[in-house]
């Protein structure tokens, strides 16, 4: 069995920066992609970041130059390092990652840590 836990969110003022963390275990192979999607209070769930096995690192235009997603070298574990963080910011965080097992890959998501950026 796989879970995805995300822990670090938290109350932050404009302009301030957050860590978000995601860590996945259970049976893993390999996690073939990690991710973070949010959603705002009335809002549907948006796609902030992803990165893949290989490396590469993908930003939702909202966030790119402010957010550095990154994975340890097990890659079992990922990170949202959020810098300049604004009030619209202010969401559920949540984690997802393509993961792989004995089963095959499927996706899987974490419970979503809360972020609110005010003043």
């Known amino acids: 069995q796989v879970h995805l836990v995300e822990s670090g969110g938290g109350l932050v003022q404009p302009g301030g920066s957050l860590r978000v963390s995601c860590v996945a275990s259970g049976s893993i192979f390999r996690v073939n992609v990690m991710g973070w999607y949010r959603q705002a209070p009335g809002k549907q769930r948006e796609w902030v970041a992803s990165?893949?096995?290989?490396?590469?690192?993908v930003y939702a235009d909202s966030v790119k130059g402010r957010f550095t997603i990154s994975r340890d070298n097990t890659g079992n574990t990922g990170y949202l390092q959020m810098n300049s963080l604004k009030p619209e910011d202010t969401a559920v965080y949540y984690c997802?990652?393509?993961?792989?097992?004995?089963?095959?890959?499927?996706?899987?998501w974490g419970q979503g840590t809360q972020v609110t950026v005010s003043s």
């Open positions: 990165s893949t096995i290989t490396g590469t690192t």
């Open positions: 997802t990652a393509n993961i792989a097992t004995h089963e095959g890959s499927r996706d899987y």
